[in-house]
């Protein structure tokens, strides 16, 4: 009896506080907020709610279907009409006056502004031997080696000695997936 008491509390407690079925709760979106989907823009846009969303990519998907960006909430609520280009990028949040090693040392860019690609790896290297000779090897970005700079004959006629100098890869980055962003417009 005590435990059908139990059972019974409990279902009565369920039903004052509802049943919840995730698959059946919305999300909650805002203009301005932004989603990776690995639908594609197609796909994303055929779900329900979807058409109030954009991939980032400068507008290309939306100047192809048509969608005039200018009477988009985005646009007539808060004026932005050009949407950022994020195909290929990395997402790097704002400082928000953060002014530290992890900061992002170009701080005064805008809100989906790009920032080209850096490397803090060698691309130049400058030698000097015996005073005399010195220049610059510049190092190719194909992953090719670099031209052969030689220091002259070695002591009593031996071996030449040289150095050349290579990248790995064409890029620097941390390892990663791709996957579609999308920006809520209306």
Same mark, same amino acid.
């Given at each position: 009896?005590?435990?059908?008491?139990?059972?019974?509390?409990?279902?009565?407690?369920?039903?004052?506080? =509802?049943?919840?079925?995730?698959?059946?709760?919305?999300?909650?979106?805002?203009?301005?907020?932004?989603?990776?989907?690995?639908?594609?823009?197609?796909?994303?846009?055929?779900?329900?709610? =979807?058409?109030?969303?954009?991939?980032?990519?400068?507008?290309? #998907?939306?100047?192809?279907?048509?969608?005039?960006?200018?009477?988009?909430?985005?646009?007539?609520?808060?004026?932005?009409?050009?949407?950022?280009?994020?195909?290929?990028?990395?997402?790097?949040?704002?400082?928000? =006056?953060?002014?530290?090693?992890?900061?992002?040392?170009?701080?005064?860019?805008?809100?989906?502004?790009?920032?080209?690609?850096?490397?803090?790896?060698?691309?130049?290297?400058? #030698?000097?031997?015996?005073?005399?000779?010195?220049?610059?090897?510049?190092?190719?970005?194909?992953?090719?080696?670099?031209?052969?700079?030689?220091?002259?004959?070695?002591?009593?006629?031996?071996?030449?000695?040289?150095?050349?100098?290579?990248?790995?890869?064409?890029?620097?980055?941390?390892?990663?997936?791709?996957?579609?962003? #999308?920006?809520?417009?209306?």
């Amino acid at each position: 009896m005590k435990t059908f008491s139990i059972l019974i509390a409990i279902l009565f407690a369920l039903m004052a506080f =509802g049943f919840t079925d995730s698959s059946s709760t919305t999300e909650t979106f805002r203009v301005g907020d932004v989603q990776h989907s690995i639908l594609s823009p197609d796909q994303f846009r055929s779900l329900p709610e =979807g058409e109030n969303w954009l991939p980032l990519d400068g507008g290309v #998907y939306a100047s192809l279907k048509g969608i005039n960006l200018n009477k988009t909430t985005l646009a007539t609520k808060f004026g932005i009409n050009k949407l950022p280009d994020a195909r290929g990028m990395f997402i790097r949040s704002m400082n928000l =006056g953060r002014d530290d090693i992890y900061s992002d040392p170009e701080s005064s860019r805008s809100v989906g502004e790009p920032q080209k690609g850096q490397s803090n790896n060698i691309n130049n290297f400058r #030698y000097t031997w015996q005073s005399a000779k010195h220049g610059t090897i510049t190092i190719p970005n194909n992953g090719e080696w670099s031209g052969h700079i030689s220091t002259g004959k070695g002591q009593n006629g031996g071996r030449k000695d040289g150095i050349q100098i290579q990248k790995k890869g064409t890029e620097t980055r941390p390892n990663n997936i791709s996957l579609f962003t #999308y920006i809520k417009v209306n």
